[in-house]
Nanobody, 125 residues
């Protein structure tokens, strides 16, 4: 059984930075693509971005492109979300997600195999 555990959330002022981490256990990281989603109060869960299992390919939604960066360390079975120039509208619970996927070409994720429990990110104005 796959476990995804996020950490690194918190309160930050607008314009600041945060780095989220997601540690995976229970399966090999090989062939396992990872993504980040977020859910703001009263809104549906939203795809933020994803990274291929090799780390060679990434995809982001337009609203975070140029501000957020997803990376991974396969030796540590960990994926990261570096968030810079944060805005109040980035406030949400951020979820790590994973799925078995060997492709290097993808867009918005429509299905997920595994979810983390979420970590709160609050950006004050």
């Amino acid at each position: 059984q796959v476990q995804l555990v996020e950490s690194g959330g918190g309160l930050v002022q607008a314009g600041g930075s945060l780095r989220l981490s997601c540690a995976a256990s229970g399966r090999t990281f090989s062939g396992y693509a990872m993504a980040w989603f977020r859910q703001a109060p009263g809104k549906e869960r939203e795809f933020v971005g994803a990274i291929s299992w090799t780390g060679l390919s990434t995809y982001y939604i337009d609203s975070v492109k140029g501000r957020f960066t997803i990376s991974r360390d396969n030796a540590k079975n960990t994926v990261y979300l570096q968030m810079n120039s944060l805005k109040p509208e980035d406030t949400a619970v951020y979820y790590c997600a994973g799925r078995e996927d060997y492709s290097e070409s993808f867009g918005v994720w429509r299905f997920v195999d595994d979810w983390g429990q979420g970590t709160q990110v609050t950006v004050s104005s």
